[in-house]
């Protein structure tokens, strides 16, 4: 009766251990993993806007670079989410670029 007490207390214990080790340790991992994966769909949702303005773009340059930017980034998804990150951030750029070029346009007119 006291053995089975006692490996009940120990299993107990293990239990609590391996409770706090997940909560200390894996429960933040998989809220971060969670939230980067979310990311990376709303910055698919993104493309998908991007290639329907693409036929709008009057400059062939910058559709092309667009174009090649994203192609970049839907090829970079099989690789792994943080190249897919990294393929976001030139995407933003070269937004920035389109629109203070947009913006300058629109000053001088």
């Known amino acids: 009766m006291k053995i089975q007490l006692i490996i009940g207390i120990i299993f107990i214990c293990i239990v609590f251990i391996f409770f706090i080790v ?4 894996f429960k ?3 809220l971060v993993r969670g939230t980067f994966e979310t990311l990376v769909k709303v910055i698919e ?13 009057k400059n062939k340059k910058i559709k092309d ?11 970079a ?12 951030v030139k ?4 937004l920035d670029k389109i629109e203070t070029k947009i913006n300058k346009k629109k000053k001088t007119i």
Do not use: H
Not at 65 to 75: K, P, Q
Not at 77 to 88: A, E, P
Not at 91 to 94: A, P, R
């Open 22 to 25: 997940y909560q200390l340790l």
């Open 28 to 30: 933040e991992y998989s």
């Open 45 to 57: 949702t993104r493309d998908l806007i991007l290639m329907r303005l693409l036929p709008e773009i």
């Open 65 to 75: 670079d667009m174009t090649a930017l994203i192609g970049e980034r839907i090829e």
């Open 77 to 88: 998804k099989q690789l792994g989410n943080d190249k897919v990150i990294k393929m976001d």
């Open 91 to 94: 995407i933003n750029k070269k």
